[in-house]
């Protein structure tokens, strides 16, 4: 069997989350958290749009973590980000933190917005 390491660039990959908090790249990040070619941000959740609006410019697909189980994000939010040019993908955050950091090892434009499980 061959093992290839994954490489990050400047990007910084989900190591590990849990109840309430996200580990990013080593740093332990509490609460919702928006990750963007810039690095990590707090998220206020589905009411706060401006930072989800503005990575439209700068990636191609946001994953969108709805927390322990999958659910619908607001339509008028997944309209609004949608007509920005950006696709939106919605899964449980424990499978959209998964695919974030195949697709970013991978070199994909993209950003998450994950709720803690």
Same mark, same amino acid.
């Given at each position: 069997?061959?093992?290839?390491?994954?490489?990050?660039?400047?990007?910084?990959?989900?190591? &590990?989350?849990?109840?309430?908090?996200?580990?990013?790249?080593?740093?332990?990040?509490?609460?919702?958290?928006?990750?963007? *070619?810039?690095? *990590? =941000?707090?998220? &206020?959740?589905?009411?706060?749009?401006?930072?989800?609006?503005?990575?439209?410019?700068?990636?191609?697909?946001?994953?969108?973590?709805?927390?322990?189980?999958?659910?619908?994000?607001?339509?008028?939010?997944?309209?609004?980000?949608?007509?920005? &040019?950006?696709?939106?993908?919605?899964?449980?955050?424990? *499978?959209?933190?998964?695919?974030?950091?195949? =697709? =970013?090892?991978?070199?994909?434009?993209?950003?998450?917005? =994950?709720? *803690?499980?």
């Amino acid at each position: 069997m061959r093992l290839n390491e994954v490489t990050y660039d400047d990007s910084r990959p989900i190591d &590990g989350y849990g109840p309430g908090f996200f580990r990013i790249g080593g740093e332990v990040i509490e609460g919702a958290v928006l990750l963007r *070619p810039e690095g *990590p =941000l707090g998220w &206020g959740g589905y009411d706060d749009r401006e930072g989800l609006r503005a990575v439209a410019a700068t990636v191609d697909v946001l994953f969108v973590g709805t927390g322990a189980e999958t659910a619908h994000i607001p339509r008028d939010l997944r309209d609004e980000l949608e007509e920005a &040019g950006l696709g939106v993908e919605a899964m449980a955050t424990g *499978p959209a933190c998964r695919t974030y950091n195949v =697709l =970013l090892s991978e070199g994909r434009r993209i950003a998450a917005a =994950l709720l *803690p499980v």
